[in-house]
């Protein structure tokens, strides 16, 4: 055994419901608590569990109520969920934003994309800070060239980055103290400050900072120091939650080193960071400290778990009560520099972990033929059914009905008097009176007369579908990357992932469970570069010597945020595994890992065109060498079964013998069916699988094929939920296609028609296609449409050697070879569903899937009329005064119901006639969203609709017709007509504001958000993109460095969205400033 430190070494993970407390005392001995981290008994949780840990170990008496001794302490290290909950809860710092004029709405506005495309109430976090100051200031990119008024006498700076900057307004310091002193006398003690293009010279910045800080602002965050990355939003969202929450952290160690003696100054305290790394607590602050908890559990079982000796990669599945987190190790964390949580983008660098909202909390729900689990959770009160507190049925009753979960293991702590067991009788009747339900549902259907549900059929079905949601993410984490699914480790903890590991990992295919830049990358930028890399290791060495780490215990990586020139999609790149070449920098061949990875997430390189450096960042990391645990001995003795149980698999009830964890040695063997009953969780071994301990206490699962259960072609409700997820997994992550793919001309679309929520990068309306007239292929002018002029069109550059009918030909087919990859991807994925199923089951499935969307639809239909009537009718109007009129006649029996839009206007000379697609298209959105429920969109939808629209109207255009209009604004009011005639909701903008401007040099196209229209319950979003668009808009700051243009403003239109007791959505105000002759053209309607 290993010698045992010379002190109490604690490691302690304090979560929302429970704080885990480890100890390794002097000698060696372990001690392992679990507390609840909030509790009327003790004030800290983790003080707490250090003093149990203390008195148990001295058998001398430690009070509550004084400060802990913390001579035998030789260190304390932490992970905690204390920024995350603030966030989740909104109970951070009240706190001001400081924004540069004219872009005081800009972190409302964000991307302008809707998270959910058919949630008509957008919902949405709100922001963070509750007043905006705006500052005189601004800065703007240096462009040779370009014809801005009295540019010859800005001011001209040298950035941080290698770009030159214009001072185009100085910052104003004198109004804005004045500002600054009112808000502190409104009690706002905490300040982000967002200045455009901070990142690369934060000088104004640090004038702000300095101010407010002289005049009593308790805590500054500067977003050039929380993150200086290029892109102004995620830079001001990580800056404002920087602010929001690094005071509650700093509150909260305050507390937690009040509990200790000379305030812990004497001990090292370390908290882990949302990197995996852990940081002294004197640093610990907001915007790195988010996924604190979670990346404890990442850096635990890559430590536990991956071997070095054969590399096999391992997958992170932590489940808790009400989410589940998902992460990859192969030998190197992976991390993200951008991810989004409660909401809120952050801009720093993290694990990079995915979480799913399906838990042991979560709730079932079986709605019109699908079985459904979560997002819903039941919470710890009055939590799930069998905690005898009247709650909802959960995941966690469907695994106690099961048998996986024995009343007997677990503390008498449920109940209104918080002194009874687990109840399965409760979750029993529940799932009773479910199956009935079903039961009746399915009757009516294609699935017809059968024997009736058992709980146990019904129960399994619920766990078998949650299986899969879970795989979901795992599936984005591999395949949708490159990586193959079955070569990898199932790492499961949690409180619940035990008793699904060997089902995920079965259905996965596995066999075992368990600083900014602006240059680009070539030979003449070589030696800033590594002047760069070495001077930001210098820091890292000197910080952790100061730490107390030798040079031997200390290493560093250098990474390079890397893309290719002209697009957004950059990827941060270790060189490791690259050494260094004549051509290269001298920390490596950070080209060739760019060019590799780029190849396995995307599946194509782009090898002419030069690669651009982001940022340049160096990890530091210094090694303890402390030993993960104490090996176990052998025993020599059978393992001891507990008890025996009967529960439910695939096969049905089995006998099922109960092991405890803490009385198995590493030379045991567990064959399933098994459960394994340990302190913190429950481990179920399914049949066909082998559990053993390793040397150091893990339960290494050896998971066998089993026998899968045979799918036939007929419906089968627990199936259909599950193909279902497999579907929408394989649309919505299949594909590796890189965001903003598009190099910037049309931003990133999200939206609805024909994209299917998909990335779809320069596909659709190009903003370089072949036009003779100008820039832009959205011309407001267009009148009508002559076939043979457009081949005409079309044809004539190839006459011209050299010549294309674009600009930048290299970048429209960059973006084909895009599509193409990601297109590739899915039929990779569908083939693999295929070559598992079979197609004549993958192909049923896919008709079962739309014949439940029509019956989602008819219930939706027949629920209407039952409220409202069988007849409603409405009508608007488009600019020019085109009536586009709509009755609808329901049949409440069959649930039916004729979309009539005779009485619409007939054709225009103009480009506003929309083909009888897009009337289809906006129907299907529709429906879609007045159904409510999480179903694939798919031709289901329309099945229990007719469709009447006369020929040669505005909806039905002769093919000599112009309709580019059409697709952008008359199909937002058709749209607007059908939500008018069912009473679903106001109306919103009424069109996609769709904006062109180009010259011979250059071409870009965006959509600009509006005002959503208010609900029934709700007030409509302001500032944001609605119905079939959901673009999101490009930022800023990228906007001015990549072409001839000034962002003057970017806010919202206070008002536009009118009064009532539920107010519509503020549109937007969007100026700009051409540095060269542009054609511009606004494709838009309802500009009042």
């Not at 950035?159 to 900057?165: Q, Y």
């Not at 780029?598 to 303890?624: A, C, K, L």
Request: neutral net charge.
């Amino acid at each position: 055994a290993a010698a045992g430190p010379g002190g109490f070494q604690f490691a302690i993970d304090r979560g929302g419901t429970f704080t885990d407390v480890f100890a390794r005392c002097p000698g060696g001995r372990v001690r392992v608590l679990k507390l609840l981290s909030e509790d009327p008994g003790y004030g800290d949780a983790p003080t707490e569990g250090i003093r149990r840990v203390l008195q148990e170990e001295s058998g001398v008496a430690v009070p509550r109520d004084q400060p802990l001794d913390t001579s035998g302490i030789e260190w304390i290290r932490m992970g905690t969920t204390v920024a995350t909950n603030a966030l989740l809860e909104r109970r951070g710092e009240r706190l001001a934003l400081l924004v540069t004029r004219g872009f005081r709405d800009l972190l409302h506005i964000g991307s302008q994309a809707r998270p959910r495309i058919f949630d008509l109430e957008v919902a949405v976090p709100e922001v963070l800070y509750e007043e905006v100051i705006e500052v005189d200031e601004r800065l703007i990119p240096h462009q040779p060239g370009c014809r801005l008024p009295g540019k010859e006498t800005l001011p001209l700076l040298e950035g941080s980055t290698g770009a030159s900057l214009l001072v185009q307004r100085p910052l104003e310091l004198s109004a804005l103290r004045r500002e600054l002193e009112g808000v502190l006398a409104r009690g706002i003690r905490s300040l982000a400050v967002l200045l455009l293009h901070s990142y690369a010279w934060p000088g104004h910045e640090e004038q702000v900072g300095a101010l407010a800080r002289e005049l009593g602002f308790r805590h500054v965050s500067l977003s050039s120091a929380v993150a200086a990355m290029v892109r102004a939003v995620p830079r001001g969202y990580t800056a404002c939650a920087d602010a929001y929450l690094t005071p509650c952290i700093h509150r909260y160690l305050e507390s937690f080193r009040a509990g200790f003696a000379h305030q812990l100054r004497e001990v090292p305290v370390l908290f882990m960071r949302s990197d995996g790394g852990l940081t002294p607590m004197q640093h610990f602050s907001g915007a790195r400290a988010i996924l604190s908890g979670p990346a404890g559990g990442v850096v635990g079982y890559a430590m536990t778990t991956y071997r070095r000796e054969d590399g096999q990669p391992v997958i992170g599945f932590d489940m808790g009560g009400t989410s589940t987190d998902v992460s990859r190790y192969a030998g190197e964390y992976e991390h993200v520099f951008e991810a989004s949580t409660a909401g809120v983008s952050i801009q720093a660098p993290q694990l990079d972990i995915n979480t799913v909202a399906a838990g042991g909390g979560s709730r079932l729900f079986f709605r019109s033929g699908l079985f459904v689990v979560g997002p819903e959770s039941a919470g710890a009160h009055p939590g799930p059914a069998c905690y005898r507190k009247g709650g909802p049925l959960t995941v966690t009753d469907a695994n106690l009905c099961l048998g996986r979960l024995l009343p007997e293991y677990f503390p008498r702590i449920f109940g209104p008097g918080e002194d009874q067991p687990l109840c399965r009788e409760t979750a029993a009747r529940a799932f009773r009176d479910l199956a009935a339900r079903i039961d009746a549902f399915l009757a009516g259907t294609a699935a017809g007369a059968r024997q009736p549900l058992s709980v146990e059929e019904v129960a399994m079905g619920f766990v078998r579908v949650a299986n899969e949601a879970m795989c979901r993410p795992i599936r984005a984490l591999t395949q949708a990357r490159g990586h193959d699914t079955a070569r990898h480790v199932l790492a499961c903890f949690g409180g619940a992932g035990g008793q699904h590991a060997c089902a995920i990992a079965r259905a996965l295919g596995m066999s075992r469970a368990q600083a900014p830049c602006a240059l680009r990358y070539e030979p003449a930028t070589f030696p800033r570069l590594d002047g760069r890399i070495a001077a930001l290791e210098r820091e890292c060495r000197d910080a952790l010597r100061a730490q107390g780490f030798s040079g031997e215990q200390i290493r560093t990586e250098a990474f390079l945020h890397l893309r290719y020139e002209g697009t957004d999609c950059a990827l941060m790149c270790s060189a490791k595994g690259h050494p260094p070449t004549p051509r290269s920098c001298r920390s490596g061949d950070f080209h060739a890992a760019f060019t590799s990875r780029y190849m396995v997430e995307f599946g194509f390189t782009i090898p002419d065109r030069p690669v651009v450096v982001d940022d340049v960042r160096v990890r530091g990391t210094g090694s303890s060498g402390i030993s993960c645990e104490t090996p176990l001995a052998p025993s020599g003795k059978p393992a001891r079964v507990e008890t025996v149980t009967q529960c439910y698999f695939e096969e049905g009830y089995l006998e099922t013998p109960v092991f405890l964890l803490e009385e198995l040695a590493c030379d045991h063997t567990v064959t399933g069916p098994a459960i394994i009953i340990d302190k913190n969780s429950t481990i179920v071994v399914e049949p066909g699988c082998t559990a053993s301990l390793t040397r150091f206490g893990d339960v290494c699962i050896a998971v066998g094929s089993g026998s899968p259960r045979p799918v036939g072609p007929q419906l089968d409700a627990v199936q259909l939920s599950i193909f279902s997820h497999r579907f929408m997994s394989i649309a919505g992550g299949g594909g590796g296609l890189p965001p903003s793919h598009a190099w910037g001309r049309e931003t990133w679309r999200l939206g609805f028609a024909g994209d299917g929520g998909r990335d779809e990068g320069g596909s659709g309306h190009g903003g370089d296609g072949g036009h003779a007239v100008g820039p832009g292929t959205l011309r407001p002018a267009a009148a009508h449409s002559s076939p043979a002029a457009v081949t005409e069109a079309l044809m004539a550059p190839g006459r011209v050697p050299g010549c294309s009918g674009t600009r930048n030909l290299q970048d429209n087919l960059s973006d084909l070879r895009a599509q193409v990859a990601a297109n590739q991807k899915g039929i990779q994925l569908v083939t693999e569903l295929i070559r598992f199923h079979g197609l004549p089951v993958v192909q049923a499935y896919m008709a079962h899937i739309q014949a439940n969307a029509e019956v989602a639809v008819r219930e939706m239909l027949k629920g209407f009329a039952a409220r409202w009537g069988t007849a409603v009718e409405a009508e608007d109007r488009m600019d020019d005064g085109s009536p586009i009129r709509l009755r609808v006649q329901v049949d409440p029996q069959e649930g039916s119901a004729v979309f009539d839009f005779s009485g619409s206007g007939p054709e225009v000379y103009g480009n506003c006639n929309a083909p009888r697609a897009i009337t289809l298209s906006a129907l299907i959105y529709c429906l879609r969203c007045m159904v409510g429920q999480d179903i694939p969109l798919n031709q289901g939808c329309l099945a229990p609709v007719r469709v009447v629209i006369p020929k040669g109207s505005i909806l039905d255009p002769s093919p000599e017709a112009a309709v580019v209009g059409g697709n952008v604004l008359t199909s937002q009011r058709v749209v607007d007509v059908i939500f008018r005639a069912f009473g679903v909701c106001a109306a919103s903008q009424g069109c996609m504001n769709n904006v062109t401007f180009g010259n011979e040099r250059v071409g870009y196209y965006e959509t600009v958000a509006g005002g959503a229209g208010a609900g029934p319950r709700w007030h409509g979003r302001s500032g944001v993109h609605t119905h079939m668009t959901n673009t999101r808009i490009t930022d800023p700051e990228i906007l001015e460095q990549r072409y001839p243009v000034v962002l003057q403003r970017f806010e919202l239109r206070r008002g536009s969205g009118g009064a009532g007791r539920c107010r519509g959505g503020d549109g937007v105000i969007r100026e700009l400033l051409f540095r060269e002759d542009m054609v511009l053209s606004v494709l838009s309607e309802r500009r009042a």
